[in-house]
């Protein structure tokens, strides 16, 4: 016999509480919420919001990220990118092209982090958020950071951290 129940969160928002024939409870996060503290937490760290992504830009490169739904779970995967000014004689400037485009001159993703499932019901809300902060400060952040100089983009494909187009290293004299 299954039933449900409803319970006020701290945020005061009404969520589900499911409980199945062992009476075990589960409380998914939907991904609404997700979003919202993902930006939140991007917000705090200084990146910039425009066209659902997050983004900082100097005047060599503007690197930016975005979350991307799964079309097959209840999870999200991190897409990375960054973008030289003046590489291929062209300047970019933040666009909703630029901002979803599945192509950058430099570019990651970060999946399969049980952060991002948020069908993972074994961890709570409280542990999602602390490590979505790990996230930020051990990959999102110095990701950014290196990505918005060329330097810094040599030196990470230098030390194998990511891959070049050879056209992009053909750019950068790399």
């Known amino acids: 016999m299954s039933s449900s129940f409803q319970r006020t969160t701290n945020n005061g928002k009404i969520s589900r509480l499911a409980t199945d024939k062992s009476y075990r ?20 760290y200084g990146f910039r919001n ?10 060599e490169c503007i690197s930016l990220f975005w979350l ?23 300047h970019y400037s933040i666009n ?23 069908e993972d019901i074994a961890m709570s809300d409280e542990e999602r958020i602390a490590l979505l902060r790990t996230v930020f400060e051990e990959r999102i952040i110095p990701f950014t950071e290196r990505c918005l100089s060329k330097l810094g983009i040599i030196e990470m494909f230098q030390k194998g951290d990511i891959y070049l187009l050879p ?3 053909e750019e950068l004299g790399v």
């Open 25 to 44: 409870y589960s409380l998914i996060m939907d991904s609404k919420e997700f979003r919202k503290i993902f930006g939140e937490v991007a917000k705090s």
């Open 50 to 59: 425009a066209y659902g992504g997050w983004y900082k830009e100097s005047d």
């Open 68 to 90: 991307q739904k799964s079309s097959y779970a209840n999870e999200f995967y991190l897409n990375l990118r960054a973008y030289i000014q003046g590489a291929f004689n062209r």
């Open 96 to 118: 909703k092209e630029i901002m979803k485009s599945s192509f950058g001159h430099v570019m990651d993703q970060i999946t399969g982090n049980s952060i991002f499932d948020l």
């Open 167 to 169: 056209a992009v290293r």
